[in-house]
């Protein structure tokens, strides 16, 4: 037990000054592959979030629509989700083939990652567009 809590506390003491450092990295001027990984992944998680929001607001847009519709038109939000779900897989698979030649080194992870960081941008500037189609 105590050789637990000093495991613990070492752990905790040495990710303390990590996380601090990581907050002082300038993601506008990278120095080093560690600053750059870090960027990437911070800019990937934003992508994310920023997709996630775009298809989240589409979403309830669509079943808000669908309550006003025919029965035989209903199904935007089923319709959503499925493409959505192809296209994330999509975005994997189309990744993995652009930095395929690069696999397994930094290279490789920094173009998966920029190839990420794109395709999430692009797929969340469609779902804003097709929001405001929407909404029009």
Known sequence: MRLQLCAATLFCALIAPLASAQENIDCGY???NNERTYCAEKALND???SMEEAYEKLH?????????LP???KGSPAALEEAQSAWITFREKDCNAYSFPYKGGTRGNE???????????????DLQATLEDYTD
């Not at 309830?60 to 006003?68: L, P, T, W």
């Not at 990420?116 to 500037?125: C, E, F, K, L, W």
Request: net charge negative; glycine share 0%; proline share 3%.
């Open 30 to 32: 990278p120095l080093n």
């Open 47 to 49: 992508a994310n979030t």
């Open 60 to 68: 309830a847009k669509v079943v808000a629509i669908d309550e006003y």
């Open 71 to 73: 029965e035989h038109l």
């Open 111 to 125: 173009l998966y990652r920029n190839c990420m960081i794109v395709m999430t941008m692009q797929r969340t500037d």
